[in-house]
């Protein structure tokens, strides 16, 4: 049987504590990297002013925030 002290036992359990502090940490912020990814269906490009912008309430016809003209998805 393997024997260690009691000072090794604590190291041992904080050490294993924090590695899954430390897993769960990276999986959730992968998983939040991939929430803020943006899908092209979302980009707006105003074909007045040129202005480029996101709109994600809008499909087919959204306005442009700076001049106010209503742009058509293509
Ligand atoms: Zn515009």
Same mark, same amino acid.
């Given at each position: 049987m393997i024997s260690i002290d009691f000072s090794q036992a604590i190291a041992l359990y904080i050490f294993i +504590?924090? /590695?899954? &502090? !430390?897993? =769960?940490? &990276? +999986?959730?912020?992968?998983? $939040? /990297? $991939? /929430? !803020? @990814?943006? /899908?092209? $269906? =979302? &980009?707006? +490009? %105003?074909?007045? %002013? @040129?202005? @480029?912008?996101?709109?994600t309430r809008e499909e087919a016809i959204s306005t442009c925030p700076r001049c106010g003209n209503y742009n058509k998805k293509n």
């Open positions: +504590f924090i /590695d899954a &502090i !430390l897993i =769960f940490w &990276i +999986f959730s912020r992968k998983q $939040k /990297d $991939k /929430d !803020l @990814t943006l /899908d092209a $269906k =979302f &980009i707006w +490009f %105003c074909s007045v %002013c @040129t202005y @480029t912008y996101i709109n």
